[in-house]
């Protein structure tokens, strides 16, 4: 009967590493499928009678098992925003709207669907959080959705300015609005934003309240008019006035507006009496130094900088992501903001994952329940955009692997025709 064991102990061989075949090939198979991870077979003696003085028989192998393999894949460049690659530990986590069921991947070739959504080729969309402003995650996982419909514009609230004024100028005042142009020292126009986020431009003009000297030529008047074809009533006025009080070394040292915040009003069906404030900088009563905005040297009058704070309305022109899984969009405005946070999850014992084709995998009682994050947090990796993972398999190993499998193969099928021979002899002596 050990002619027979010898057989049945073959067979098991062949099946064993007909199913390692099969595993190789699969490998091979998906050598450029995204993301894949390859397996390997663990093989498993089989102990089946003991003899007498102690001796144990084996009755074959089998294959107890695969192992999947989740080393790292290398990257691919892409030209699309939306592709993504981890760098290190964890999964992308994707869920489908119609069942409910929730599946993570490390294939990151996702896009923007018809409604906004970030999805996987499947259609699967893609689990994030809400961000603050600084990109800090919020609040509990959901689907990633982007805006469809045009950034809503802001009204201007506040209009900064840092000039110098000459303090060598003559008094040319006072000033008159009726001949701003000749009755004022230094101007300067800005565009601001009415409540529709349509265009308007102001100017500011700056007088001297006295000629230069000493007691004197250290105050300044401001006006702020708007003109007549962006005023509600058609005429030009003034729509803020104020002013600035220098020290004799040239740091601001008051600024007393007339109005605080000023009131504009608009042509069109706008909000009326916009309050709009201006800031010439932290003066030295406010506690600053006075010379971190508007100043009186003597030099040449000009404009350092300006800037206000509202803009029109505006399109999406592209999107960003980062390090962190921070998905940001730019508008044509150039307007920033930030939308959402890709979640990456991980997982107690990723070996315990059950495959569920499509490149993804779910959760199991192995496993354990998975861990919701994000990127570079407790040990997960980066999110790398315009980047696929690749396989990670390694196509002359598995050639090598091939090769003695196939060997094994042939061996074990030599081991059944030795034992047929065997058994013809037996056979033959019987005759």
């Given at each position: 009967m050990s002619i027979l064991g010898a057989m049945f102990s073959s067979i098991s061989g062949l099946n064993a590493n007909s199913l390692t075949m099969e595993i190789i090939g699969n490998n091979l198979a998906n050598v450029n499928t995204t993301g894949f991870k390859y397996s390997r077979p663990d093989f498993q003696d089989i102990l089946s009678r003991s003899l007498s003085r102690g001796l144990s028989v084996g009755r074959g192998t089998m294959v107890g098992g695969t192992t999947m393999v989740f080393s790292q894949g290398g990257f691919q460049s892409t030209d699309t925003v939306t592709d993504l690659a981890l760098s290190g530990r964890g999964f992308f986590m994707v869920q489908d709207s119609a069942t409910t069921n929730t599946y993570y991947t490390r294939a990151g070739s996702f896009h923007i669907d018809q409604s906004g959504f970030l999805v996987d080729p499947s259609g699967f969309r893609v689990q994030g959080f809400d961000v603050d402003d600084t990109g800090q995650p919020q609040g509990v996982t959901g689907d990633i959705v982007l805006p469809t419909a045009p950034l809503q514009p802001l009204a201007t609230s506040e209009i900064t300015i840092n000039a110098n004024?000459?303090?060598?100028?003559?008094?040319?005042?006072?000033?008159?609005?009726?001949?701003?142009?000749n009755t004022s020292n230094f101007t300067t126009a800005i565009t601001v934003y009415d409540s529709l986020g349509n265009e308007h431009q102001v100017t500011a003009y700056f007088t001297r309240e006295d000629a230069?000297?000493?007691?004197?030529?250290?105050?300044?008047?401001?006006?702020?008019?708007?003109?007549?074809?962006?005023?509600?009533?058609?005429?030009?006025?003034?729509?803020?006035?104020?002013?600035?009080?220098?020290?004799?070394?040239?740091?601001?040292?008051?600024?007393?507006?007339?109005?605080?915040?000023?009131n504009f009003n608009f042509v069109g069906a706008v909000t009326q009496g916009q309050a709009i404030s201006l800031n010439f900088g932290t003066t030295i009563s406010d506690g600053g130094t006075g010379l971190d905005g508007t100043t009186q040297f003597a030099q040449t009058s000009g404009l350092v900088s300006q800037s206000q704070d509202g803009y029109g309305p505006?399109?999406?022109?592209?999107?960003?992501?980062?390090?962190?899984?921070?998905?940001?969009?730019?508008?044509?405005?150039?307007?920033?903001?930030?939308?959402?946070?890709?979640?990456?999850?991980?997982?107690?014992?990723?070996?315990?994952?059950?495959?569920?084709?499509?490149?993804?995998?779910?959760?199991?009682?192995?496993?354990?329940?998975?861990?919701?994050?994000?990127?570079?947090?407790?040990?997960?990796?980066?999110?790398?955009?315009?980047?696929?993972?690749?396989?990670?398999?390694?196509?002359a190993s598995q050639f090598v692997d091939l090769i003695t499998t196939q060997r094994a193969f042939q061996a074990n099928a030599k081991a059944i025709t030795a034992a047929s021979d065997m058994l013809t002899v037996t056979v033959n002596m019987a005759q």
């Open positions: 004024l000459d303090s060598r100028v003559p008094y040319v005042g006072p000033f008159d609005p009726a001949n701003p142009e230069p000297g000493p007691g004197g030529g250290n105050v300044w008047d401001y006006n702020v008019v708007v003109s007549a074809e962006d005023s509600a009533t058609g005429a030009a006025y003034v729509a803020q006035s104020g002013t600035l009080e220098f020290t004799t070394d040239g740091a601001l040292q008051t600024h007393t507006p007339s109005a605080s915040p000023a505006s399109d999406l022109l592209s999107l960003d992501i980062d390090n962190d899984g921070v998905i940001s969009g730019h508008f044509g405005n150039g307007q920033t903001r930030s939308f959402a946070r890709v979640a990456v999850v991980n997982f107690a014992n990723i070996d315990g994952l059950a495959q569920a084709g499509g490149n993804l995998f779910t959760a199991t009682g192995v496993s354990g329940a998975a861990i919701v994050s994000v990127a570079n947090v407790a040990g997960n990796g980066s999110i790398n955009s315009n980047s696929l993972e690749m396989s990670n398999v390694d196509i």
